[in-house]
């Protein structure tokens, strides 16, 4: 075993402010990830009254959008392939179809705040209709019973 004195008390607290630094980013890795921007220029405009239903449901270029745009979005907290690992729900359990849609466009646009804490923030304004109709169209080619 190493064992190491300081003596020069700024090298002390300039060690706790990077200790306490590193712990804090710890505990607010958690939902810190910057919104990444979705091209959805290559698919119909659904306009801007909110749809109930995905209108890509099966639309090979909205699926690969919406891989894409899962990965730089929500798989941070909701794992790869939609695969939680505890953080997050696993969204491979959503109901199928309109059920699923209404669902997950409520979550998505409007988040999850509990007793003040936020467990999801809203993305309402944050991506576009077209953008979360992708991410929804693509959950469903990995949705399990």
Known sequence: ?????????????????????LATSLALAHGDVVPQAVDTSSLTQVGKDW?????????????RIGDS???QNCARCHGLGAVSGGIAPDLRYLPAGQEGDEIFMQ???KGATRDGRVYMPPFEGILSQEAMWTIRAWLETVRED
């Open 51 to 63: 749809l109930t239903k995905n209108p890509y449901l099966g639309n090979k270029e909205a699926i």
């Open 69 to 71: 745009a899962f990965n």
């Open 1 to 21: 075993m190493i064992q190491v004195t300081v003596r020069n008390s700024s090298l002390l607290r300039a060690l706790s402010a990077a200790a306490l630094t």
């Open 107 to 109: 979550r998505i646009r």
